[in-house]
């Protein structure tokens, strides 16, 4: 299988002279899988505020390009000859009556709306991303859930609502990400779970050996170039399995 940086080469051609990205994009797809739109739900490692940067990207990556998102999509886009549509994240807008607004984005950080808050959460919270009628999504959190309140019942009910919700909106293939940083095999077992009970269009992604080896750690304790590689190789594998879809 070609490596996340040899795919990228091919992607980068794929995209040079395609036009009307998102027209083509509803035609693309990825052996069994549609894969014209994709979705990222997900916390620091997946978007995050950046110094002196109008939008956002995951955390420690040098660039947008270098973080596990745009590598993957680049990875899809070489294997489809499509052009997955990658909105740029901005930070979301707080009203006077105290709503919360998310930004356009089919990328962006949900510590907040489901790691802090998942007993709290409702569909209202990610309408835009809803919108987006994603075909396959990548939730990416779990790092962030308080240890010192955490309510086992009461999280895998907003997690059972989060999945219902994006199924009722597109019935994307979802690919579950287990924890990166830290570990906390109580809710991996939950993803886990989950996961079983449908596994036609949800897949646990064990991504544990990224975080346990210290040289694919940089800045701020978050996986730096080389672990954000590591991340999307190991979804691309994961999605290319789900679809059937050789990994030559």
């Not at 993957?72 to 000859?81: E, F, P, Q, S, Y």
């Not at 080389?226 to 999307?232: H, K, S, T, V």
């Amino acid at each position: 299988m070609k490596s996340i940086s040899e795919v990228l080469v091919l992607a980068v051609c794929a995209c040079v002279g395609s036009q009307g990205g998102e027209a083509r994009s509803a035609e693309t797809r990825l052996g069994a899988l549609e894969a014209g739109k994709i979705l990222f739900l997900g916390n620091s490692i997946t978007a995050v505020p950046q110094r002196d940067e109008p939008v956002w990207w995951g955390l420690s990556a040098t660039t947008p390009a270098t973080d596990y998102a745009h590598l993957l999509v680049g990875a899809l886009d070489a294997k489809t000859g499509g052009h997955l549509t990658m909105l740029p994240t901005t930070a979301p807008t707080t009203h006077e009556d105290g709503t919360v607004e998310q930004c356009e984005s089919n990328v962006i950080n949900i510590a907040d709306v489901f790691e802090r808050g998942y007993a709290s959460y409702t569909a209202a919270k990610i309408s835009k991303q809803l919108a987006w009628k994603a075909d396959i999504v990548i939730l990416q959190f779990g790092e962030n859930i308080p240890p010192q309140t955490f309510n086992a019942d009461v999280f895998m009910q907003g997690l059972r609502q989060l999945v219902a919700d994006l199924k009722e909106s597109s019935n994307p293939h979802m690919f579950v990400t287990g924890y990166i940083l830290g570990a906390n095999p109580a809710v991996d077992e939950m993803k886990r779970t989950l996961c079983q009970e449908d596994p036609s269009h949800r897949v646990f992604v064990d991504l544990s050996s990224v975080g346990q080896d210290a040289s694919n750690i940089g800045d701020y304790g978050h996986p730096n170039d080389r672990g954000m590689a590591l991340i999307a190789d190991t979804l691309f594998r994961a999605i290319l399995a789900h679809s059937g879809t050789s990994t030559k």
